[in-house]
Structures are given as structure tokens and as C-alpha cells.
């Protein structure tokens, strides 16, 4: 190869301005992520705050049905992996090399691990938000079509994909949220001491 074939490389052999520029945006997109990690519920709201703006949007504009349903869809399969564990227990079933649910009360605890995990279930749910919010700047994705159907449709995906999801969680008895390790109080200390 010669000088300037890789990637971001100019002729000398140094980056060039555009790949240092995204480069250095990247990074600091990276590290506003890094800082929102510890606030959960104010990262929910504001997603929950985009989402409401988008609904408004597309109810004022009378549009853009076809970019809601397909953001519903990609949202509902981001649940349903946030829902999921990330060792799916009925491939599991058939080996016992490896970990597995408890399945009683006294077995040792184990915390559930998700397929997709909160923050990067958040992450890609405000992105895809943001996504859609771009696509009804554009007429070209107002594609005509009769709403309700659309909203019959997703209804209807929704309540068969979660009866699945409901009907493998009783199965394979797990809940998808873990609130911590219980903890055991030793005996109460009546106050008496011993004296040697």
C-alpha cells in the first residue's frame, strides 16, 4: 500500500481534517453518554418528552403514518429484547454445562441479565425517535395510507407478541426485573452481655 491508502490518512501520512473533525465529534458524543449514564429516569424523560413532540408533529401535520407504525415496530422489538434474557432458557434446556434460571425460592440468587440491556435499549430508542422526527422533514416518506389499518395491525402485533413473550416468561419462570439480592437479618440483640 502507499502513503494515503488507509482510511483518514491525507498524503502525508497524517489525518486528514474531516476524519479528525468527526473523530473528535464522536468523542464528544461519546462522553455526553458517559455522563447520562447514572440518570436513568431524566434520560426516559426526555425521551418520553421527544416522543410526545413527535406525536404532536405528525398529529399536526396529518402525516407521516407509515414512519409512526414502522417507529412503533422497531420500538416493540426493542422491548421485547429488553424483556428477554440473554441466554434464551428453552436452548439451555437441553444442556447442563452452563447457567441457568433459578427456578425456586431457596436456589442461589441470580440477578437477570437482559438480551438488550436499559441503556442501550434507551440509546436506540431516542435514536430511533430522532430518526423519525428527521423523516417528516422530508415528503417523501408522507407515503398515503389509511391510518387505522395501520394502528389495527400494530395492535394486534403487539398483543401477539407479548402473549408469546408473557406465555415464555411463565414457562421458563423468570421476571424480566431483578430489584437486588435479599437480604437476611441475623438474630436481634436483646442488650444482654456476657461478662468474662
Known amino acids: 500500500m502507499s502513503e494515503g491508502d488507509s482510511i483518514g490518512e491525507s498524503v502525508h501520512g497524517k489525518p486528514s481534517v474531516v476524519y479528525r473533525f468527526f473523530s473528535r465529534l464522536g468523542q464528544i458524543y461519546q462522553s455526553w453518554l458517559d455522563k447520562s449514564t447514572p440518570y436513568t429516569a431524566v434520560r426516559w424523560i426526555v425521551t418520553f418528552g421527544l416522543t410526545f413532540i413527535y406525536m404532536i408533529r405528525v398529529y399536526l ?29 428453552s436452548l439451555m434446556e437441553d444442556s447442563d454445562d452452563g447457567p441457568s434460571l433459578p427456578t425456586r425460592q431457596n436456589e442461589e440468587f441470580r440477578p437477570f441479565i437482559r438480551r ?21 422533514f422530508f415528503e417523501t416518506f408522507n407515503v398515503p395510507v389509511f391510518w387505522p389499518i395501520l394502528v389495527m395491525y400494530f395492535i394486534m402485533l403487539f398483543c401477539i407478541t407479548m402473549k408469546r413473550q408473557i406465555k415464555h416468561m411463565i414457562k421458563y419462570r423468570y421476571i424480566p426485573f431483578t430489584h437486588g439480592k435479599r437480604k437476611y437479618k441475623g438474630k436481634e440483640d436483646v442488650g444482654k452481655t456476657f461478662a468474662s
Open 61 to 89: 401535520l396529518q402525516g407521516w403514518y407509515i414512519v409512526t407504525y414502522a417507529l412503533g415496530i422497531y420500538h416493540l422489538n426493542l422491548f421485547i429484547a429488553f424483556l428477554s434474557p440473554k441466554v434464551d432458557p
Open 116 to 136: 438488550l440491556p436499559e441503556f442501550k435499549f434507551w440509546h436506540s430508542a431516542t435514536k430511533g425517535i430522532l430518526v423519525a422526527m428527521a423523516c417528516t
